[in-house]
T-cell receptor, first 111, second 116 residues
Framework: GQNIDQPTEMTATEGAIVQINCTYQ??????LFWYQQHAGEAPTFLSY????GLEEKGRFSSFLSRSKGYSYLLLKELQMKDSASYLC????????????FGKGTRLSVIA | DADVTQTPRNRITKTGKRIMLECSQT?????MYWYRQDPGLGLQLIYY???????NKGEISDGYSVSRQAQAKFSLSLESAIPNQTALYFC???????????????FGPGTRLLVL
């Protein structure tokens, strides 16, 4: 089976740092995506990790540990516009199977 | 112009009616997907198509059908709508030739469907 776990909700303060975790147990693994989704809008691509380690992209960084089945998304210098859901998704096959999405983490940034 | 478009953006219908949601893309991608999203349940895959002659069921295909009329068009039909099909529906595309990002999915703006 395919299982991807993320916290349902998180709250953080403007200007702070927040880490959103994702753990996965899937029948195969190629890589892991993070998407951002504002309420009522389409998900948009944030990052894709294939190799172990941290990848930084501006205020956002994503980390992957393949051996632990674990990833996190790190958001620095939080802004109010970062209030959104963050979806973790895993590619499990050889390129012929669709992404498997987690249920998402709803992040609220407060002043 | 948007690369992935969906029509209509909002739809209200009655139980038992047949409706069609349409998706068009100008990205030139072979792969297209239909998802529904309910509050707290994340994205659930309904159907997907890897090329014009390929149709595959996702995790929640019952009550839905699809048609891949061309590379650029993928339609989702509800043969006889029921209230628990009220949801936000997303179309997405991907390109297996997109080196290093083969499974990246690009989403349309969504269709909000209400079944009364």
């Amino acid at each position: 089976g395919q299982n991807i776990d993320q916290p349902t909700e998180m709250t953080a303060t403007e200007g702070a740092i927040v880490q959103i975790n994702c753990t996965y147990q899937t029948s195969g693994f190629n890589g892991l995506f993070w998407y951002q989704q504002h309420a009522g809008e389409a998900p948009t691509f944030l990052s894709y990790n294939v190799l172990d380690g941290l990848e930084e992209k501006g205020r956002f960084s994503s980390f992957l540990s393949r051996s632990k089945g674990y990833s996190y998304l790190l958001l620095k210098e939080l802004q109010m516009k970062d209030s959104a859901s963050y979806l973790c998704a895993v590619t499990t096959g050889s390129g012929n199977t669709p992404l498997v999405f987690g249920k998402g983490t709803r992040l609220s940034v407060i002043a | 112009d948007a690369d992935v478009t969906q029509t209509p953006r909002n739809r209200i219908t009655k139980t038992g009616k047949r409706i069609m949601l349409e998706c068009s893309q100008t990205k030139g991608h072979d792969r297209m997907y239909w998802y529904r999203q309910d509050p707290g349940l994340g994205l659930q895959l309904i159907y997907y198509s890897f090329d014009v002659k390929d149709i595959n069921k996702g995790e929640i295909s019952d009550g839905y059908s699809v048609s891949r009329q061309a590379q650029a068009k993928f339609s989702l039909s509800l043969e006889s709508a029921i209230p628990n099909q009220t949801a936000l529906y997303f179309c997405a595309t991907s390109d297996p030739r997109d080196r290093g990002l083969e499974e990246t999915q690009y989403f349309g703006p969504g269709t909000r469907l209400l079944v009364l």
